[in-house]
DNA sequence: CGAATATAGTTCGATATCGTACTATTGTAG
DNA sequence: CTACAATAGTACGATATCGAACTATATTCG
């Protein structure tokens, strides 16, 4: 017994009667697992790349702005970033400070606003865009990119799913 | 002319001149960013079925020494989560107040410790799980936890080569 | 052996995100 | 028309995470 402290066995070695509902809980963990551990290294390597200290999720306003066209509420861009509110009043303050969009009030409604990119936040993802080309480069195979590529629609279906389902 | 704001199209009506490199980092971005939001979503499910006020990635961190066996040191675990060691050391004493786990230090390595799961931290993770069988059966349908099971190791796959290729 | 380097954790300040509570405007029902 | 409810956004405090700098121990190498 060199050991000081007891190390228990992993769970799989020992016999299960979870029903079966568990079972398929623990693999939805898994996948929701992996899927964040996938999210935090793409995070970290395009916090790394992109310009300016940008933040990722800042970055992605500003593709989200650029890809779907701009002049959105920032309740609507909340809402297809899945953050909330005031993590979007907060974001989109960053984001004004820096130069790289406007938020002007709605002509049409004076609760709400409406967020327009700069020449300025054009310029950035251009820039953004080259320099992360690099980065991701290191670190991805074609054979990977391939995958994404499969994976994509499956993904973009399971996440309408959720979205259209979640609780609220 | 109705609306004073200039509204800028999308960029998908504007020819494309862009590289095959660009047009790879694109699909790229789509896939984090898909991942990002069902992460997001994820998180949010389970922060709301989660006893105790635990954080999702709390949650995890518990659910990895008793799937994997515990004994781990935190740098162990936070590689393990793709999390730096100072979030780690912050996520375990938060833990460790919980009375979810005990960190002792490691008797063959005094720079180290090692992370056990006490008994609360087992009954705290079996009680999760069944209250998160009912907030997912909420959001999921059979045929969604399917298609999570037939990409799980995909995935997997991808994690792994992203992990072991990244930078530093 | 002894100095330089590497590794394990912690401390500290900054920031992204959240939830609660608030204001202001719009929509609706009596 | 007025009161109530819904919607858009902000203010504020709490917390999860990060990076830089630090301490302590271990390893390596001359």
């Known amino acids: 017994m060199s050991k000081q402290q007891q190390v228990n066995k992993p769970k799989n070695e020992q016999e299960s009667k979870a029903a ?3 079972n398929s809980v623990m693999e939805v963990f898994a996948f929701f697992n992996e899927v964040g551990i996938i999210n935090q290294l793409a995070s970290t390597i395009l916090a790394g ?30 809402a297809a970033m899945q953050v909330t509110k005031t993590t979007m ?6 984001l004004e400070g820096k130069g790289y969009i406007s938020i002007k009030p709605n002509p049409e409604d004076a609760r709400g606003k409406l967020v ?16 992360t080309v690099a980065a991701f480069g ?9 995958r994404m590529k499969k994976l994509l629609p499956e993904l973009t279906e ?3 799913f959720l979205d259209s389902n979640r609780l609220q």
Chains 1, 2 share one sequence.
Request: without cysteine; glycine residues 8%; proline residues 4%.
């Open 138 to 146: 290191h670190v991805l195979s074609d054979e990977q990119v391939s």
């Open 49 to 78: 790349s992109l310009p300016d200290g940008v933040h990722p999720s800042h970055f992605a306003i500003i593709n989200h702005l650029y890809r779907l066209g701009d002049g959105r509420s920032p309740l609507r861009i909340a």
């Open 20 to 22: 079966v509902s568990e």
């Open 116 to 131: 327009f990119l700069s020449a300025g936040g054009r310029q950035f993802r251009d820039k953004a865009i080259a320099q």
């Open 89 to 94: 009043t907060h974001s989109l303050k960053v």
């Open 158 to 160: 399971l996440r309408q």
